[in-house]
């Protein structure tokens, strides 16, 4: 499984899904769309927003998710 989590820097809602992860120890990969203006652009491109954090996982996009729905959505597909 691979997550994508887009976030900005001083987003609460970012903490709470980054500790869910940790929680788990499930891997993930933050893209930080403050510090890489390219990652926003990704961002866009892929889910027509830019709001954070976003969440990405093999290919299902969580936009403007927080550690309810990611753990809502890892349920349903069997990762928890």
Known sequence: ?????????????????IDFLHKYDL???EKNMTEHPEYMDECEKLTGQ?????????GHWIPDGDA????AY??????L
């Open 50 to 58: 830019s709001k954070c954090p976003t969440i990405q996982i093999d």
């Open 74 to 79: 890892l349920k349903e597909i069997g990762a």
């Open 1 to 17: 499984m691979h997550i994508v989590v887009y976030t900005k820097t001083g987003c609460p809602w970012r903490k709470n899904v």
């Open 68 to 71: 309810d729905r990611l753990e």
């Open 27 to 29: 891997p993930y990969e």
